[in-house]
């Protein structure tokens, strides 16, 4: 079993990790465009451009999946991508978790880059899942890029600057972007020193991960029935997702770690970027030996 993802950077790693924790003999592919990045700025004619050439080198290593780990490239790039690579090549892409974040029925905020802060696309989750909730979008400036270059103090202004943006009623947050599962911990630990305490927050890499394995026929993913795009980060160490899959942070479950890893920048073969190792999910996907 072979799982292709990609993405402009790093952002990719939190849906990789629980790929491996969910499967870890899945082989998997990591193409990404560091030459382009970030792709929220971009225009969406741009954004499909660079996501198809991405998608297509990923699609040369014969995977059995393709996770579009990218908040930005599944609005703009997901049509023109499953137009090309299926039926062929499953695509699985990637939303903001909104419609969980409003069952609840509490107010909540989403976190996500200037660019889809406020944007027709986000706006219209809103009206479709969470129209009688109060939701309140928070941009995220700067903290993307400090992510994916791993700049410690780039990522504590930028997540500060957030969680001043934050209502203090807000007990539920939505990860708007991928890079920013990567510091869930980060965030829950600035938004509890403003007195937010018990802070959920709704990723969506478990539930990524759950449904491209289900779609291929992933033993875990088809037992726990993820639906596409939604998961919540609680206050424990594990990724709940909504539908029943945990995906322990602090490892697989069960199994050794035995899937091979190909990393693909901007097409070519390559080792993690050293920022990747920054972080668990990173380090985790270094455990193995990887494929030159």
């Known amino acids: 079993m072979k799982i292709a993802l990609m993405d402009s950077g790093i952002g990719l790693l939190a849906a990789a990790g629980a790929v491996r924790r969910l499967c870890p003999e899945a082989d998997l ?3 990404s ?4 990045m970030p792709w929220g700025p971009r225009s969406p004619r741009d954004v499909t451009e660079r996501a198809l050439v991405v998608a297509r080198a990923a699609a040369q290593h014969r995977p059995d999946a393709l996770i579009v780990a990218c908040n930005t490239a599944s609005v703009h790039a997901l049509p023109a991508l499953r137009a090309e690579l299926e039926p062929r090549l499953p695509v699985i892409g990637t939303v903001p978790a909104i419609k969980p974040a409003a069952a609840g029925g509490v107010p909540f905020a989403i976190w996500a880059t200037p660019a889809t802060t406020g944007s027709p696309y986000q706006r219209g989750l809103i009206r479709e899942f969470a129209a009688s909730a109060e939701v309140t979008e928070v941009p995220c400036p700067g903290l993307a890029d400090a992510v994916e270059n791993a ?6 202004r930028a997540v500060a600057a957030a969680a001043a943006l934050t209502p203090r009623d807000v007990r539920v947050v939505v990860l708007g972007c991928t890079h920013y599962e990567l510091v869930a911990e980060r965030i829950r630990t ?13 990723g969506s890499a478990g539930a990524v991960a759950a449904q491209a394995l289900r779609r291929i026929g ?4 088809v037992a726990a029935g993820v639906a596409e795009g939604a998961e919540g980060l609680g206050p424990a160490s594990a990724a709940q997702g909504t539908a029943g899959v945990s995906v322990p942070r602090n490892g697989p479950l069960g199994g050794r770690l035995t899937g091979r890893l190909t990393v693909l920048l901007g097409g070519r073969e390559s080792a993690l970027p050293e920022p990747a190792l920054a972080y668990a999910e990173g380090r985790l ?5 990887q494929v030159h």
């Open 285 to 289: 996907l270094a455990a193995v030996s």
């Open 218 to 221: 992933g033993v875990r993913a």
């Open 190 to 202: 600035a938004l509890g020193h403003r007195g937010l305490a018990a802070i959920v927050l709704h």
């Open 29 to 31: 592919v990591l193409s």
């Open 151 to 156: 700049d410690d103090d780039a990522i504590d």
């Open 33 to 36: 465009d560091p030459d382009g």
